[in-house]
């Protein structure tokens, strides 16, 4: 049996929070590391119980390095660490042995989890990233598009996302891409409506896709639709907006996908790496300040990984 973790299928709820964290050598950094994420699905149920609206749902992955250390029998299939894309764009690699993801209809539950989370860590871990986020009106990004029109629904989450019979061991688990970006919103907002849709290309009302002769080659979905065999790549996106009005704002992007490679054919395009001339002129007003790939396993294999080596 396979038991994807709580976060990955659910539709996100209105906040989400995202925790990535090196840990500290040595055999109790681990021990500690290990008797967290083991925990995790039993303080989301705990959490979560007096307030089933909120939907309260978390996952725990890990990155390929850490992977290594702590189950050297095998790794999933087309885990690595996410190297720096250096193209028309650049994006920095900046790693983390561990990425928690938690999401519900209400901010101060998803708080609790961290809390609950890091008091045992503290001092085993070096915190790179803590980012609260949040639906912005009716699912925009900042920029003032919708964003997961195009999200599988449905049926189509789990294809996309989870791992199956192609490695029956890792079934159920899931590939984690995760870039944190900053906008520069005042520079995008300089843009007429006609400029920012061509860029997206789909409009900003309704987030309608643009015809053929209206969407430029450079627009962001037309690099980031990639056909394979005549289906369509597809990845289960969890972003959310996050910031501050007075400081740095943008999209703290996270997906889940079965097939990592997924993940890098989408950033070569977007990034100009795959020798067309071309990428996507998104980034012209965004820059991602953080990226790394995780595993998030199965429920089953999370408890097995935890369980005490002997
Ligand atoms: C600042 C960063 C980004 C912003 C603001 C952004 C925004 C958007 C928007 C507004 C859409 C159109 C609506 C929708 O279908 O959701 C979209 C679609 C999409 N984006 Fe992004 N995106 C960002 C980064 C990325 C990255 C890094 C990837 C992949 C690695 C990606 C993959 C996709 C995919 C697969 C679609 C659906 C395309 C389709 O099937 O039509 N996006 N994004």
Same mark, same amino acid.
């Given at each position: ?16 929070? !995202? ?23 039993? *303080?989301?149920?705990? *959490? ?6 909120? #939907? ?5 992955? !890990? ?27 650049? $994006?920095? $690699? ?19 989890? +961290? #809390?609950?989370?890091? #008091?045992? &860590? ?14 912005? *009106?009716?699912? #925009? ?6 964003? /997961?029109?195009?999200?599988?629904? /449905? ?21 984690? &891409? ?75 992007? +996270? ?7 997924? !993940? ?10 795959? /020798? ?5 002129? +998104? ?15 199965? +429920?089953?294999? &999370? ?8």
């Amino acid at each position: 049996m396979s038991t994807p973790q709580s976060a990955i299928l659910p539709e996100a709820g209105n906040h989400a929070s !995202f925790f990535v964290f090196n840990v500290a050598p040595g055999e109790s950094a681990r021990a500690a590391v290990a008797a967290v994420a083991a925990g995790l699905p039993a *303080l989301l149920d705990e *959490l979560g119980r007096d307030d089933p609206a909120a #939907r309260l749902v978390g996952s725990i992955a !890990f990155g390929a390095d850490y992977w290594r250390m702590v189950s050297p029998a095998a790794s999933p299939p087309g885990l690595r660490p996410f190297q720096a894309i250096r193209g028309a764009k650049t $994006a920095p $690699a900046t790693g983390g042995d561990v990425f928690v993801h938690v999401h519900s209809n209400r901010h101060d539950l998803n708080f609790e989890v +961290l #809390r609950r989370l890091h #008091r045992p &860590l503290a001092q085993h871990i070096q915190v790179l990233e803590e980012v609260h986020g949040f639906q912005y *009106l009716d699912s #925009r990004d900042l920029t003032g598009f919708i964003d /997961g029109t195009e999200n599988p629904r /449905g049926e189509d989450r789990a294809s996309a996302a989870l791992l199956g019979d192609e490695a029956p061991a890792f079934a159920g688990g899931s590939h984690v &891409l995760i870039q944190r970006y900053v906008h520069r919103l005042r520079e995008w907002e300089a843009l007429s409506v006609p400029r920012q849709e061509g860029i997206i290309g789909r409009t900003k009302a309704d987030s309608v896709e643009l015809d053929a002769a209206h969407k430029p080659p450079t627009a962001h979905i037309s690099r980031v639709v990639i056909e394979e065999d005549g289906e369509e790549l597809e990845i289960l996106r969890h972003s959310m907006p996050y910031g501050e009005v007075s400081g740095e704002a943008g999209l703290f992007f +996270l997906a889940y996908c079965r097939r990592r490679e997924v !993940f890098d054919r989408m950033l070569g395009r977007m990034y100009g790496t795959v /020798g067309d001339g071309l990428y996507d002129h +998104l980034l012209d007003y965004t820059e991602p300040r953080s990226g790394a790939y995780f595993f998030a396993p199965s +429920l089953e294999m &999370l408890s097995d990984m935890a369980a005490p080596s002997e």
